[in-house]
Each structure stands twice: as C-alpha cells, then as structure tokens.
C-alpha cells in the first residue's frame, strides 16, 4: 500500500512558466515533508522540505504548500528552466526524535521543461 | 567537499552468489541509510544506522540481508544467497544529525542473473 502517491507519472512544462508537482499521503503521523531531485545515474539530491507546522516553505524559484486536512502537498517551480528536467520524488517521515529518519517515497514523476 | 561515495557502482552477480557493497558517508556524519530502488519505483528503506548502532532495519526484506558500520562511518550493505529479485540499485544516504537532510550518493546498480 503506497503511503505516498505521485499520480501523475510526468509533465512537461514550456521553459518560463510554472511547475507544479503535487503529492499525496495516507499516514497521519508523517510530520516531514520532502522534495527531491534526482538525474540519471546520479543520486537523489536535496530540494526543499516542510515541518507540518508549517503550509508553506519557499526557497527561490521553489515552493512548497502543505495541506495537512487534505493530506495534500505541492510543489511549484517558478519559473522553470530547462536544467529543472529530472525525475522528482516527493518523500514522508513520521520522526520520532525530532528528526527525518527513514523517509518514504513516492514513484517519482518526470519533469520535462521544454526551451 | 567529498558527498556520498559508494562502491561498485555496478555489480553483476550469479544467483545464489554473496555480495558486499560499500557505503563511505560525508565526514562527520553520524546517521547513515541504506535505500534499495527498484525500476519505475521510489527509494524504499532498508535500514538505518545511529553511530555504530542499526537503530532501525524494519525495511531489511529478509534475513538475506545484513547491514554493519562497525566504526560509525564506513557501512557495508551484504547480500547472502543473492536471488533475481535482489536486483535494483541500492541508495546510501547520510545526515549530519536526525533532524538533518539526507544526502544521496550516486547508487550501486546490483544485477543478479
């Protein structure tokens, strides 16, 4: 059973507009939300993330909305650019000492920012 | 400064073979993890380690698998009796503190024939 769930399995956007990547959960006890990046044979690289005590983070041209009541989260590139094409893997911890511990993933969804 | 480095980057094996593979965090970190990811599939945990200590090997599938990092840094992720399901590439993370973000080497790609 996914606890996580990238349904959209790609998107392509045109280079300058918005992203947005959207992500659901199923287990109330995530409490840490997620976005990763991740290119061909490279390993997953750090994006962005989110407390639950917050419902948006923002980090330049990347933000991310939580919806606790939802159990809903997003996130949006603006503007996009061509380098942005990558696989995106949203992931959820429930910590248990204050931290992120394991992380649960979704399946990915391929970003393609077309010039 | 040096990330995540893990070693091989590819390995081909015979079924029912052992494997090792190796995991070298970024300096100074103490938690480290092992992900196994299989095709059109997210990173799935397999186990975590505090220090020198597996705080946490609930995602480990089997008793096939063994996990050991026995100075705190370096970790050796082994395989007995490797089968064709085993196939995947396994992710190694590492993080300053619990609460910090985890950092991805670049993956062995383990093929079992």
């Known amino acids: 059973d996914q606890q996580v769930k990238q349904n959209s399995p790609s998107l392509s956007v045109q280079e300058g507009r918005i992203s947005i990547l959207n992500c659901d959960y199923t287990n109330s006890m995530f409490d840490y939300f997620l976005w990763y990046k991740k290119y061909p044979a490279e390993g997953p690289t750090f994006l962005i993330s989110i407390s639950s005590i917050k419902d948006k983070n923002e980090d330049g041209r990347f933000t991310v909305f939580l919806n606790k009541s939802a159990k809903h989260l997003s996130l949006h590139i603006v503007p996009s650019q061509p380098g942005d094409s990558a696989v995106y893997f949203c992931a959820a911890s429930a910590s248990t000492q204050g931290g992120s511990e394991k992380l649960v993933f979704g399946k990915g969804m391929k970003l393609t920012v077309n010039p | 400064g040096a990330g995540v480095s893990q070693t091989p980057s590819n390995k081909v094996t015979e079924k029912g073979k052992y494997v090792e593979l190796r995991c070298d965090p970024i300096s100074g970190h103490t938690a480290l993890y092992w992900y196994r990811q299989s095709l059109g599939q997210g990173p799935e945990f397999l186990i975590y380690?505090?220090?020198?200590?597996?705080?946490?090997d609930s995602g480990l599938p089997n008793d096939r698998f063994f996990a050991v990092r026995p100075e705190g840094s370096v970790s050796t992720l082994k395989i007995q009796r490797t089968e064709r399901g085993d196939s995947a590439v396994y992710l190694c993370a590492s993080s300053l503190t619990l609460a910090g973000e985890q950092y991805f080497g670049p993956g062995t790609r383990l093929t079992v024939t």
């Open positions: 380690f505090q220090g020198t200590g597996a705080a946490d």
